[in-house]
């Protein structure tokens, strides 16, 4: 009795983590090359914290020559769930970034999963999800990739109105290059689709509203955050790096600013990142205050709410296993400065030096 007790605990337990492991839908292949059955989750992926395994097979010498004409190309993906279990899909992808499409030997790309039949509640109304790639060949830039991916997650710890990204160890098999292999970080964005219906608001499309439309504790949260990781790259007015959500109970004078795109800020100090000429500083690593002018007790909330996330966002830094020791001190030295002067009462006075 308790051996056929055992075996079924055995099976009932596998069964529940094959279903907790497997992410996408598709072709499902196994190390012997059979099929096994369709696979339908409910998963969202970027509730896991385990970095995904994805192979993306592609000409990427096609990609790179046609990054600048915003056309969608063909290429397989396969997610892998264990070593002997993957999930295979053709997707389509295409080059996005301004900047980071001329700069960057692979630029981070739109990932289009409309007709890859991918079934997924938490997909389901989402055309394409954006992707954060290694740009460059270099290890540097592996570790500009990391720090991003953990400025993105900072702001979780703040506030959850973020963007949710998901770490992926990203395989390239080229094509046009005799399927050479190459292995590289990067990472899953969010899609704002999935954004607004998780916190149950509606995208803002308009690029007139200025920072007095924002809900104040919003917004100014988004700009410490922003002043404490050392961005300046992003206005509310045309929306530039910053998406707009309309959120219930706010009405017309009390949207909400989500930032993203870190890769010029100083936690991550990218040896391509120079601030714009107009703020009169020399280096990202410089901070630069944009949110609004407050009095100074106004500001001392919001920064008093950032300094009780003091340990749990250095803990999130130190204990973050996919980045060297010495990146990890960058960051900390470099959040720490914030911390010391916020607690010492003299960041108010350096935020009016600039607000707008």
Not at 23 to 29: E, K, R
Not at 87 to 92: D, H, P, V
Not at 199 to 225: K, Q, T, V
Not at 315 to 321: A, E, V, Y
Request: glycine share 6%; aromatic share 12%.
């Amino acid at each position: 009795m308790k051996l056929i007790l055992t075996f079924r605990i055995l099976v009932v337990s596998a069964f529940l983590f094959f279903n907790y492991s497997v992410h996408l839908m598709g072709q499902v292949t196994v190390d012997d090359g059979s099929i096994v059955d369709t696979i339908d989750t409910q998963l969202d992926i970027f509730e896991v914290e385990e970095p995904m395994i994805i192979t993306l097979t592609l000409d990427l010498k096609k990609y790179q020559k046609t990054k600048f004409k915003g056309e969608y190309m063909p290429a397989d993906l396969s997610y892998h769930i264990n070593d002997s279990v993957r999930i295979e899909k053709n997707i389509r992808l295409k080059a996005r970034g301004a900047f980071r499409r001329s700069y960057c030997t692979f630029a981070p790309f739109w990932l289009n999963i409309r007709k890859s039949d991918i079934k997924n509640q938490h997909l389901e109304d989402v055309k394409r999800v954006k992707v954060v790639t290694q740009c460059r060949g270099s290890s540097l830039h592996g570790t500009y990739v990391l720090k991003e991916y953990l400025a993105y997650r900072i702001y979780n710890v703040l506030s959850p109105k973020s963007f949710r990204t998901r770490l992926v160890r990203m395989k390239y098999i080229d094509t046009g290059r005799k399927n050479k292999v190459t292995e590289s970080w990067a990472f899953l964005i969010e899609p704002e689709e999935m954004l607004a219906e998780r916190l149950n608001g509606i995208a803002i499309d308009n690029d007139e509203l200025g920072m007095r439309f924002m809900e104040p504790s919003e917004m100014d949260l988004a700009a410490l955050f922003q002043y404490m990781i050392g961005n300046s790259d992003y206005t509310i007015p045309r929306r530039h790096n910053v998406k707009i959500l309309g959120l219930p109970g706010y009405g017309s004078t009390g949207y909400t600013p989500v930032p993203y795109d870190f890769d010029y800020s100083g936690i991550v100090n990218a040896d391509y990142a120079i601030p714009g000429e107009i703020l009169g500083i020399k280096s990202v690593t410089e901070r630069y205050y944009l949110g609004p002018c407050r009095e100074t007790h106004e500001y001392r909330e919001s920064i008093d709410y950032i300094i009780t996330h003091k340990d749990e966002i250095l803990d999130l830094i130190t204990s973050f296993p996919h980045l060297d020791p010495s990146g990890k001190k960058e960051i900390v030295d470099y959040l720490t400065e914030f911390f010391k002067l916020s607690e010492e009462h003299g960041l108010e006075i350096d935020l009016n030096r600039t607000c707008r």
